[in-house]
């Protein structure tokens, strides 16, 4: 079966960064994308990787590994406003989005 | 407007009723997407447009009905739903459901079963 496995639930402290791990197990891989949804709210696009490595954009920044399937979604100068839900999403040999049940991240003073 | 717009935002019903969700967008896009989100649980794809055809249905109750009129409005319509059916549901669309293009989201309905 397909599989994305995230943590549930993290914890950061305001300034600082965090690290959110994905791991996917997926019949083949066209992609793989980062949304953010505050509670209540939709959710919006982040990234998108498809080649190993890192993407960069300001504070946010998306790594992929495609051998070892897993990706990381990293937030640099942690802001209280980036507390919401990351969700992880691989497109796969079908081009069907398959989602994680994304992590919860909750920022402190 | 802009981007994907979702009505109502909460809607309370009975087992027995029947009710329509409605999504729209002004993005230009072809192909629309319903989802169910239930806490802490990946969202369920449910139905997908494209090009006002139908090409995805998995294996959804029919007591859930998708209607593409046109490629910028898709609803649900909802017929003696169950206490498990209550969730947010939300909307996306896409340029196209094979290219590698980022799906964008309304905001939901947050739908409740009594």
């Known amino acids: 079966g397909q599989n994305i496995d995230q943590p549930t639930e993290m914890t950061a402290t305001e300034g600082a960064i965090v690290q959110i791990n994905c791991t996917y197990q997926t019949s083949g891989f066209n992609g793989l994308f980062w949304y953010q949804q505050h509670a209540g709210e939709a959710p919006t696009f982040l990234s998108y990787n498809v080649l190993d490595g890192l993407e960069e954009k300001g504070r946010f920044s998306s790594f992929l590994s495609r051998s070892k399937g897993y990706s990381y979604l990293l937030l640099k100068e942690l802001q209280m406003k980036d507390s919401a839900s990351y969700l992880c999403a691989v497109r796969d040999s079908n081009y069907q989005l398959i989602w994680g049940a994304g992590t919860k991240l909750i920022i402190k003073p | 407007e802009t981007g994907v717009t979702q009505t109502p935002r909460h809607l309370v019903m009975g087992m027995t009723n029947k009710k329509s969700l409605k999504c729209e967008q002004h993005?230009?896009?072809?192909?629309m997407y319903w989802y169910k989100q239930s806490a802490k649980k990946p969202l369920e794809l449910m139905f997908v447009y494209n090009f006002k055809e139908q090409t995805e249905n998995n294996s959804v109750p029919s007591r859930f009905s998708p209607e593409c009129p046109n490629s910028s409005h898709l609803f649900l319509h909802l017929h003696t739903l169950q206490p498990e059916d209550s969730a947010l549901y939300l909307c996306?669309?896409?340029?196209?459901?094979?290219?590698?293009?980022?799906?964008?989201f309304g905001d939901g309905t947050r739908l409740s079963i009594l």
């Open positions: 993005l230009g896009h072809n192909a």
């Open positions: 996306a669309s896409s340029q196209d459901n094979r290219a590698n293009q980022p799906q964008h």
